[in-house]
Antibody, heavy 121, light 107 residues
């Protein structure tokens, strides 16, 4: 059974930093691209970032480019999202999400339960 | 950036009725790069359809997807009580973007 377990939720002040982690199990982590998708309270889904299966290629939404960094450790089957210079509009539930394929440009077939990030003073 | 516009915003139907959801793209999207998701309150989204018309594992055949170019459709042939939820389309031909969602509510 595929499981994606996010951690790192918290309340952060504007301008602060936070690192999210996602522990994956139930599939060969190194064979698939991974993503982070977020959902602001009461709003729709927004893709944030994606990373290829080996980590060589990374992609970002314009809204987070230059502030967020996605990475992965295939030896630990873990995905990360380093978030810097956080803004109030980054407040959302952040989902760890597995691509169907080795590339980021694919449907997302499994999602974690999400972790809440709140940016507020 | 490809913008996806979903309509209607809310669909009020009764169990047993047919639901037709629309997703229109601002530019042409290859059928291989269009997916549909279902999200219930307090839950993560669930993949329903990928490649515009292929059902994901475990998805009942009352869900079907179709379309090409800029116009895509999700049909739920006969609504079951568990189908009342929010549905999102997503394209991944050029970066990844989601539509704003269609809420299917009980009439």
């Amino acid at each position: 059974e595929v499981q994606l377990l996010e951690s790192g939720r918290g309340l952060v002040q504007p301008g602060g930093s936070l690192r999210l982690s996602c522990a994956a199990s139930g599939f060969t982590f190194s064979n698939y691209a991974m993503n982070w998708v977020r959902q602001a309270p009461g709003k729709g889904l927004e893709w944030v970032s994606g990373i290829s299966e080996g980590g060589a290629s990374t992609y970002y939404a314009d809204s987070v480019k230059g502030r967020f960094t996605i990475s992965r450790d295939n030896s630990k089957s873990t995905l990360y999202l380093q978030m810097n210079s956080l803004r109030a509009e980054d407040t959302a539930i952040y989902y760890c999400a597995k691509s169907r394929l080795v590339v980021v440009t694919a449907a997302i077939d499994y999602w974690g339960q999400g972790t809440l990030v709140t940016v507020s003073s | 950036e490809i913008v996806l516009t979903q309509s209607p915003g809310t669909l009020s139907l009764s169990p047993g009725e047919r639901a037709t959801l629309s997703c229109r793209a601002s530019q042409s999207v290859s059928s291989y790069y269009l997916a549909w998701y279902q999200q219930k309150p307090g839950q993560a989204p669930r993949l329903l359809i990928y490649d515009a018309s292929s059902r994901a594992t475990g998805i009942p055949d009352r869900f079907s997807g179709s379309g090409s170019g800029t116009d895509f459709t999700l049909i739920i042939s006969r609504l079951e009580p568990e189908d009342f939820a929010v549905y999102y389309c997503q394209q991944f031909g050029s970066s990844l973007t989601f539509g704003g969602g269609t809420k299917v509510e009980i009439k």
